[in-house]
């Protein structure tokens, strides 16, 4: 982003969040929000989009939502004076609206405020709902032969109030995306029959649009009120009508990924949570971190400092971790070396994640298993001849050692030292997803037995349990499979080699295959 603007003090940046997925917020948008003093926000927008903004900057809800009631002026109000105050006091200031500030978003009622208070600002379009709803559910706005016009309308005021001429839109024909309009959908799409549209016109209405729990519905004008009241629709909802919603059957893919509609825990560190999450998310699922490892340096690091210190004795180092990776180069770091220390040895990763983490350090693996577990890495050593080598092998404290005795079977002498240790989480740090106690989690994450036991001791053996009983479980390598079925449970899933990116296909195969059955 170096070629985009800084934000300035003094200045209030109106940024368009887009309509839910935070993906779809700009660049610019993006930029803005991480050099904030202050973000004044709305309402359901992701809470993702908050952690963009910097530690120490001051969150403020703001709580615009469709559907406020009659004092919602007053509010407007007070906003637009916090806004020139937080401006006035030379702070960098952000409102962040939902989807873009210039699409039923008030923006333009805060923008003159500020003009009037003399407050410089800047708006910063975002991805309206009107554009991306509809395509997260395989519906165009426009189509070649189906329409060639969109118009955008808010339903959010009882048709016979008179505020919108709904006679006159449905005369105009083309594409009707109306916002805010779930509570009045029954009236509206009788005002467009009743001012000449068919009532067999397609109609659709998405719930939560862009979101992992985006729900669409498909009717038509005659019966749209009925199926949004027996699903129970309600808002957020954007609803389309138009001969383009019929290409929902050909253009759908959004709702169509493998994990779609399925909750999946992670318990990783929140270290290692980021790439699992994205993966889980490209694949469609909603994703929340429950982080039972806390990650450190060895209580006693003398034997780690005492093995950085005598590399040139060892014929091998041997990595069965990214974290082992981190944990080994960053006191290596602080005594002054770097890569260059491990010059006379070879170096083996346990897998690809493990080889990319020695990349980033300036490691290329002189052996890196195809089957990415211990038992793969000791079967890959077994074309190397290592009788009377010194191999050293950093990890955590609770690392298993089946592969230290396959190595010195073969003739090794394996000094095996701590270079971290997995803590169980602060208590009172430890927030509980809702949807766990609600046991509305599809499917847990282990990825070790660690994570395991601090899962029971955090949520409780019984609860724990009870939870675990009705979701599917996924494990990564045999120990942790181990330590679930000392639970007396089975883990659904366990890929064949220990890296995320089977780990996920793992599960979502899983998911292919009950929806198959």
Not at 210 to 237: F, K, Y
Not at 239 to 268: C, K, N, Y
Not at 287 to 309: D, K, M, Q, R, W
Not at 368 to 376: D, E, L, Q, V
Request: charged content about 20%.
């Amino acid at each position: 982003m170096e070629h985009l603007p800084h934000a300035t003090g003094g200045c209030v940046y109106i940024v368009g969040a887009g309509p839910g997925d935070p993906g779809l917020l700009t660049t610019k948008g993006a930029r803005f929000l991480s050099e904030a003093d202050v973000v004044f926000y709305d309402d359901l927008l992701d809470p993702r989009l908050l952690e963009l903004a910097p530690g120490t900057c001051e969150r403020v809800y703001a709580g615009h939502r469709g559907g406020r009631p009659a004092d919602s002026t007053r509010r407007q109000d007070e906003l637009n004076q916090q806004l020139v105050e937080a401006a006035r006091a030379g702070r960098r200031v952000v409102r962040l609206k939902g989807g873009d500030p210039y699409v039923f978003g008030r923006g333009g009622e805060e923008a003159i405020a500020l003009r009037d208070a003399g407050i410089p600002f800047e708006v910063v379009p975002g991805v309206s709902a009107a554009m991306a709803v509809p395509a997260y559910a395989g519906i165009p706005l426009t189509h070649r032969g189906l329409s060639q016009t969109a118009t955008l309308v808010t339903g959010h005021e009882d048709p016979e109030a008179g505020e919108v001429d709904w006679a006159a839109l449905a005369k105009l024909g083309g594409t009707l995306v109306i916002f805010m309009g779930s509570r009045n959908a029954g009236a509206i799409a009788k005002a467009l029959v009743a001012g000449g549209r068919q009532a067999e016109t397609p109609a659709a209405a998405i719930q939560w649009g862009t979101r992992p729990q985006q729900h669409t519905l498909l009717a038509t004008l005659g019966t749209l009120e009925d199926t949004m009241s027996e699903a129970e629709l309600r808002s957020p909802v954007l609803m389309v009508v138009g001969d383009v919603v019929e290409q929902r059957e050909a253009l759908e893919w959004f709702e169509g990924r493998s994990l779609f509609g399925r909750r999946v825990l992670i318990t990783r560190s929140r270290e290692q949570s980021r790439p699992l999450r994205l993966m889980l998310e490209a694949e469609g699922g909603e994703v929340f971190e429950l982080p039972l490892l806390h990650l450190t340096g060895p209580e006693n690091p003398a034997p780690l400092e005492t093995a950085l210190s005598e590399l040139e004795h060892y014929g091998w180092v041997v990595f069965t971790s990214p974290n082992a990776v981190r944990f080994f180069f960053d006191p290596l770091r602080e005594s002054g070396r770097d890569a260059r220390a491990l010059g006379h040895c070879r170096v083996a990763a346990i897998g690809s994640a493990t080889a990319s983490r020695l990349g980033e350090v300036g490691i290329v693996p002189d052996l890196t298993p195809t089957s990415h577990s211990a038992a793969g890495l000791a079967e890959a050593f077994a074309q190397i001849d290592l009788e009377g080598a010194r191999v050293l092998i950093p990890s955590s404290a609770l690392g298993a050692t089946d592969l230290d005795q396959e190595l010195e079977r073969r003739g090794a002498a394996v000094a095996r030292v701590t270079a971290y240790e997995t803590l169980p989480p602060v208590p009172e740090s430890v927030s509980i997803p809702e949807e766990l106690t609600d046991d509305a989690i599809d499917c847990v994450v282990f990825a070790s037995p660690s994570a395991v036991d601090h899962f029971c001791t955090v949520v409780g053996r019984a609860h724990a349990l009870q939870h675990l009983e009705k979701a599917d479980i996924a494990v990564i390598g045999p120990t942790t499979a181990g330590a679930i079925i000392d639970l007396g449970l089975k883990p659904e899933i366990q890929p064949a080699s220990s890296s995320v990116e089977d780990l996920v296909a793992a599960i979502s195969a899983h998911y292919r295959q009950i929806e198959q059955a």
